[in-house]
């Protein structure tokens, strides 16, 4: 409010300096001394501003301590103007306000420039301090990046393509790599090169959720490594069930797939089109541990091969019946885990020793 009540005295300042330019010419049209003197009391009394005109009110003391008598040239029979007359600052000053600019809606709007800004100190009510609307502080640290999707446009989009940042903030560094990325730079391209691969919509959600570290990969790699397994003879849709079952197979490079594919072939001796249907049905083969799969399958080659000789005797014997509805059912348990002496003795009804015979004529 004080702001305001300046501006108002500074404008009323301003046009009584413009009736005070004006005044001196109005004296031009008067007939008598004695409205000469009453124009300059009225000038004299003007409000001044900052004490800028303060020969004004020496003026008026001065025609005040004489007469308003006419002057001596008028008791000669002569009579000059008003303007002859008046005290030289009074001249002076005539002559500065008759070029002063006239005070137009145009000045006035002008200063409204000269307004200062306000502060940040000054006071406000509390209507104004109520529709003030702060917007919440970023979390310097935090341990969920719940407390981010709020001011991250990337987590919003990937939140609304189906993807759980709860468990993806439970993997090694992935929450920071996400909160780096910006999606319409970064991420739009890999989910535009994962349609193209053949993974559907509504599973690039879940797929992001188990590898987001695909966003941080370059583009042109992962186009190598998709070239590369159509090299090897998989087809398209064959590709996208392995990439889909598998989501970290495109991370490996293209050396690392060769040397995977070769494992099967060359340490367990799979035949390329055995090697080519296995990794199609289990494609996380190519990304685990070679060691395990190595034990297993040597585990399960042995177990098949017993299996086979058990069936095998248990034919000989016509003993092989394994319908649940028939009478002298055999499980596949009884085949598969029972040891020898208990399969011979109490499924096979033989002894060990016919076991060991028929074994040696296979």
């Not at 049209?29 to 005109?53: K, Y």
């Not at 468990?167 to 780096?180: C, I, N, P, S, W």
């Amino acid at each position: 409010m004080a702001l305001w009540a300046r501006q108002v005295s500074c404008w009323r300042c301003l046009l009584q300096t413009a009736r005070a330019a004006e005044f001196p010419r109005r004296l031009g049209i008067c007939s008598s001394t004695a409205q000469a003197c009453r124009g300059f009391a009225s000038l004299a009394l003007l409000p001044s501003r900052n004490d800028v005109f303060p020969w004004r009110l020496q003026a008026y003391r001065h025609l005040s301590a004489g007469s308003c008598s006419p002057p001596d040239s008028a008791k000669d029979g002569s009579f000059s103007s008003p303007e002859s007359n008046l005290p030289s600052p009074v001249k002076q000053e005539q002559a500065k306000a008759e070029t002063l600019p006239d005070l137009n809606a145009k000045i006035l709007y002008e200063d409204w420039d000269d307004i200062p800004s306000s502060s940040a100190l000054e006071e406000i009510s509390e209507e104004e301090a109520v529709q003030i609307i702060a917007e919440p502080l970023l979390p310097l640290r935090s341990s969920t990046l719940r407390d981010y999707v709020d001011h991250s446009e990337t987590l919003a989009k990937l939140v609304d393509l189906g993807v759980d940042l709860s468990q993806v903030e439970k993997r090694q560094k992935a929450g920071q790599l996400l909160l780096t990325l910006d999606f319409e730079k970064d991420i739009r391209k890999i989910l535009l090169f994962l349609k193209d691969v053949g993974v559907e919509d509504n599973q690039l959600g879940p797929f992001l959720t188990k590898n987001p570290y695909i966003l941080a990969e370059d583009l042109e790699a992962l186009e190598t490594r998709v070239a590369y397994l159509k090299s090897k003879k998989f087809g398209k849709a064959e590709i996208a069930q392995m990439v889909s079952r598998a989501p970290y197979l495109l991370l490996f490079s293209v050396q690392r797939l060769d040397n995977r594919l070769g494992f099967f072939k060359n340490e367990l001796g799979f035949s390329v089109k055995k090697t080519k249907d296995l990794v199609i049905r289990l494609p996380r083969l190519l990304t685990g541990k070679l060691e395990p799969v190595k034990e297993n399958l040597q585990v399960f080659n042995s177990k098949l091969l017993r299996i086979k000789e058990r069936h095998m005797f248990l034919t000989f014997l016509g003993r092989a019946q394994y319908d649940p509805a028939q009478p002298s059912y055999i499980s596949l348990d009884q085949l598969v885990s029972l040891p020898d002496e208990v399969f011979c003795t109490e499924i096979a009804k033989a002894s060990i020793q016919d076991f060991e015979k028929f074994l040696k004529t296979l």
